[in-house]
């Protein structure tokens, strides 16, 4: 059943994410691929193979969108609650610990709470995401993991190697003085000690000219 709500700060988030996914695909279609492999196959096949990874990920995206979270259905019949208002919201009903939701005035199954955003109880419900305009379950938590777990190891193959994806590309060779890899991990994150570099802690600087030393 396909679901949508309209929260004008899930539709402000739908559209910023495929603006930013149509701006992508012309980065890299545009200033990535024509200017270095026009004149080979390779170009073409990369082409197909973003486009296709694009087409998967608008896809997948449209889904989450459009599905439903779990939503717990209202009963068929209209049931008093009246005498449940004094209990308040989570109340038990029975002793498989179902509740009763005072606003939607429906039994939920364990684990269930009412969205404020949606307006209506939801199964085993995390937090609504404006990402994709709807509650984010387990299953998304998972994906959203595997995605930043993927961003991180490029990001860091980036800054171990000195050299982003476009230069690699370009085949220019290195254009910068190789250094340690500690001392690009520095330039990143910071200096002193390596545990201190998942802290959002700032020092000034000792030297001024140090601010100056990455060579672009």
């Not at 679901?3 to 700060?9: A, I, S």
């Not at 149509?22 to 073409?44: C, H, K, N, R």
């Not at 370009?170 to 500690?182: D, L, S, T």
Request: net charge neutral; glycine share 4%.
């Amino acid at each position: 059943m396909a679901v949508f709500r309209f929260d004008p700060c899930g539709i402000i988030c739908i559209i910023l994410t495929y603006l930013a996914v149509f701006y992508a695909d012309y980065a890299v279609v545009e200033w990535m691929v024509i200017p270095t492999m026009s004149q080979s196959l390779w170009g073409a096949f990369n082409v197909v193979c973003f486009n296709t990874i694009v087409f998967l990920l608008i896809m997948a995206h449209l889904r989450a969108v459009f599905s439903d979270p779990g939503i717990v259905p209202f009963p068929d019949n209209n049931l008093d609650f009246s005498d449940m208002h004094s209990g308040g919201a989570g109340s038990p009903v029975n002793k498989e610990d179902w509740t009763v939701c005072s606003r939607c005035e429906t039994y939920r199954p364990p684990r269930a709470h009412h969205c404020r955003i949606c307006r209506r109880c939801v199964r085993r419900m995390d937090h609504h995401c404006p990402w994709i305009h709807t509650v984010l379950l387990l299953i998304e938590s998972i994906l959203f993991g595997v995605f930043v777990i993927a961003i991180m190891c490029d990001q860091f193959q980036a800054i171990l190697s000195d050299e982003t994806a476009i230069e690699h590309l370009q085949k220019k060779g290195p254009h910068r003085p190789r250094k340690p890899k500690m001392a690009l991990l520095s330039e990143v994150f910071g200096r002193g000690s390596p545990l201190l570099w998942i802290f959002p802690c700032q020092s000034p600087p000792r030297n001024i000219e140090n601010l100056a030393s990455y060579e672009v």
